[in-house]
């Protein structure tokens, strides 16, 4: 895997902010506390009524205040109901996999980003009008999102239409034509001509409406085009934060206004101007402002294409330094990926498992290539080769991938990341940190499954870049050579330690390992490899 930290304030500390009292100097400023006391000398009640309208004030902002906690609790509870209709015995281009089978999958994921997700997936049977299932009807028709994928039907194109009118939310993939998308209640393109006289009497919200829509329409397709799992759940997470409830990882990364231009003025404005003045750096900016903010593959793409050390300083002050965009993202919680317990018939221990990792490394050149991958940013590059060492310090631990990226003007070239390695709690579990093109990435690894004789071995990762409000997981399959296991049992095995991951075989990348001329590998002088075991 190759890829690219602020504390939070406690509650108590917002408190003290929003009563306006100052914490740290030694002196309250609660004005509001302040004004009450001066007060209290003109109050004419007597003792006991002043009781009973205090106690009565108390009692109505109480039940105000529980009437608010559970108005916003109902609301946090109601789930996002997805509805996926797809044709019978529809075949996806991941693998030749069943779209049902993808988008059943793609259910169960989504729950790793919110358990209010309901989603339910349907074959286009269902639609036979001759035998009405009322149940599923009903699921379809109070659906807040509706996708139809690889329906060609006549039959199902116009129960869809006849059944489907209340849907706000339709999005179609692969589907007939005369099925239309609809976001937001607006049909594209249905609803083109009708709008004409919002556009010729200036119908603001209508256009704004409008534009919105577009833009999401195109970050959707865009997604879809790409034919990955992630970015399948990708286009659906688009949709739910645009039209039905914010979705924290997809954090906006657009400029907030006169803050953002006010933060990078005044901090970073020799960074902007070098940037400006590097061509690569200007490149990679106008590169990144094509991307939909939330695109994790089309931003790191722009800068894996373009990195240079002015776009390295540039993000590093503007968004590590000072958060200028004041973002946020942490580590996802799922899945989590227990490591493996045992190697070769022992317990594991924190050195063995950094001796797998260290893998092949002095009897060849690299620790591990990379046969395979699952996020569709980072594990999809050519040529990766996987370097762990134990450091010079006592302790220390690091990781250098070294791979080939064919950047957006058709060059290929060689990149190269350090990681700084801790030990996790577990035997087997790590935390990576790295500093990616300015931007520090902090990663949770699982050492999931190694062969015993080497042959292969299944990382898992999630991570986060804080400041750049991305967070993202993924997993690598590994072997000395870049090729895949050949023999039937190990293939088993490889595919039941996927499913500990929650990864299906056929969402994986395969690594194009051909081709990788002259890799710029070695690691420092006085580096150690393995302590434990021994490779042959």
């Not at 996790?424 to 940190?433: E, K, P, R, V, Y």
Request: include cysteine; charge should be positive; charged fraction near 25%.
């Amino acid at each position: 895997m190759i890829k690219a930290t602020q504390g939070s304030v406690s509650m108590e500390a917002q408190w003290f902010v929003n009563s306006g009292t100052r914490v740290g100097n030694g002196w309250p400023l609660n004005r509001h506390f302040q004004r009450n006391r001066k007060a209290a000398h003109s109050v004419t009640l007597s003792m006991p009524s002043r009781r009973r309208a205090v106690s009565r004030r108390r009692l109505t902002v109480t039940a105000a205040a529980v009437a608010e906690a559970n108005k916003s609790s109902t609301k946090a509870e109601t789930p996002v109901r997805i509805v996926a209709i797809v044709g019978e015995g529809s075949i996806s281009p991941l693998k030749s996999t069943p779209w049902e089978e993808v988008l059943l999958h793609t259910a169960k994921r989504l729950k790793w980003i919110d358990e209010s997700y309901k989603m339910h997936v349907f074959a286009d049977r269902f639609c036979d009008v001759t035998h009405p299932d009322t149940k599923n009807i009903q699921i379809v028709c109070n659906a807040d999102i509706l996708v139809i994928v690889a329906v060609t039907s006549n039959d199902s194109v116009v129960w869809i239409q006849t059944n489907c009118k209340n849907v706000q939310n339709i999005i179609c993939f692969d589907s007939a034509t005369e099925l239309v998308n609809k976001l937001g209640g607006l049909s594209f393109p249905s609803e083109t001509e009708r709008n004409v006289l919002g556009n010729i009497f200036g119908n603001s919200q209508v256009l704004e409406r409008r534009k919105k829509s577009e833009e999401v329409v195109q970050t959707v397709f865009e997604a879809w085009d790409r034919r990955n799992s992630d970015d399948i759940r990708f286009c659906l997470l688009v949709i739910i934060n645009a039209y039905i409830k914010p979705v924290p990882i997809l954090k906006n990364l657009r400029s907030k206004g006169f803050s953002t231009l006010n933060c990078m003025v005044k901090n970073c404005g020799r960074q902007i101007l070098n940037c400006l003045m590097d061509p690569n750096c200007r490149k990679a900016l106008q590169c990144l402002n094509q991307c939909s903010p939330v695109d994790q593959v089309c931003n790191y793409r722009c800068i894996a294409s373009y990195e240079s050390p002015n776009l390295e300083a540039f993000s590093l002050c503007v968004l590590q330094k000072n958060n200028c965009l004041e973002l946020d993202a942490k580590v996802p919680e799922k899945p989590y990926v227990s490591p493996m317990e045992k190697f070769r018939g022992k317990d594991l221990c924190h050195e063995t498992a950094e001796d797998l990792f260290v893998g092949w490394l002095g009897n060849l050149e690299w620790s591990w290539r990379v046969v395979a991958g699952q996020n569709p940013a980072y594990d999809q590059f050519p040529c990766q080769y996987q370097l762990f060492y134990r450091g010079k310090a006592r302790g220390s631990f690091w990781y250098e991938p070294v791979f080939m990226v064919k950047t957006l003007e058709g060059k290929m070239v060689w990149r190269r990341r350090r990681y700084r390695v801790k030990r996790g709690q577990t035997a087997g579990t790590f935390l990576f940190s790295v500093l990616d093109n300015g931007v520090v990435s902090n990663e949770f690894w699982s050492i999931v499954d190694v062969c015993e004789d080497l042959s292969w071995g299944l990382f898992h990762y999630k991570g986060a870049a804080r400041a750049a409000g991305q967070s993202y997981t993924g997993a690598v399959l590994v072997s000395p050579d870049g090729s895949y296991p050949q023999n039937d049992h190990q293939k088993e095995r490889v595919v039941a330690a996927l499913e500990k991951c929650g990864i299906k075989e056929w969402e994986l990348f395969a690594v194009d390992n051909c081709s990788c001329i002259d890799p710029p590998l070695g690691i420092p002088d006085a580096s150690t490899l393995h302590s434990v075991i021994q490779v042959k």
